[in-house]
């Protein structure tokens, strides 16, 4: 069965440090695969997106994701993280028209 | 574009009682999808529309509940003699076209609290 796992619940980092969240999928074929934020009080935001072709993917806010076949890994990654990038962070993976979402990771920043 | 609304934004009930949601999804998107998320947990998929055609239903979409979405703009999640189990953030989507190409954009959620 499709499912996505986000092994870290909680992260916490200082400002202006590097940030790498982990996400690691199960599917069979060619998979589809998301990166989601969410705010309190906002809906799920789409970071970015991968499909096919260059494994490394842009997003916004700075974020990029690479996309690892041989490890099932879809990371998340940003090279500074501002104050703002508190948050839930969801990777997920899509399931015919449907998404699968991981349990989510908590990011914490730190002045 | 206002982007996806959702009402309530809140809602408390107690067990038994009947409730219902309300989705409105951006203008002219033909497919709306209603998700589900727990505390701690990911969204879970429950049901989604083409249109005004329900084209699938989760595990999850137990008999009390049901939805619709009449004319293939809005659509209503209804839950029926509501058990504490089914609090949760309930979160609507929608998207221009169909398959997964098509970005699905969330509302902010409606927070379900059964007493």
């Known amino acids: 069965a499709q499912s996505v796992t986000q092994p870290d619940i909680h992260i916490t980092v200082s400002e202006g440090a590097s940030l790498e969240l982990r996400c690691n999928y199960s599917y069979g074929a060619t998979p589809y695969l998301f990166w989601y934020v969410q705010s309190p009080g906002q809906g799920l935001q789409l970071l970015l997106k991968?499909?096919?072709?260059?494994?490394l993917v842009q997003g916004i806010k700075g974020f990029e994701a690479e996309f690892k076949r041989s490890q099932s890994s879809f990371n998340l990654r940003k090279p500074s993280v501002h104050w703002s990038d508190a948050a839930e962070y969801f990777c997920?993976?899509?399931?015919?028209?449907?998404?699968?979402f991981g349990t989510g990771t908590r990011l914490q920043v730190f002045p | 574009d206002t982007g996806v609304s959702q009402d309530p934004r809140h809602k408390i009930t107690k067990r038994g009682q009947n409730v219902t949601f309300r989705c409105d999804p951006i203008s002219e998107h033909n497919r709306l999808y209603w998700y589900r998320q727990t505390l701690g947990q990911g969204p879970e998929f429950l049901t989604y529309?083409?249109?005004?055609?329900?084209?699938?239903k989760s595990r999850l979409l137990s008999d009390r509940f049901s939805a619709e979405r009449p004319k293939g703009s809005f659509s209503t999640l209804e839950i029926q003699r509501t058990e504490q189990g089914d609090s949760a953030m309930y979160l609507c989507a929608s998207s221009s076209g169909q398959g997964i190409l098509y970005e699905q954009y969330f509302g902010p959620g409606t927070r379900l609290t059964v007493t």
């Open positions: 997920a993976v899509n399931n015919t028209d449907k998404l699968i």
């Open positions: 529309f083409q249109n005004e055609a329900q084209l699938e």
């Open positions: 991968y499909f096919s072709g260059d494994t």
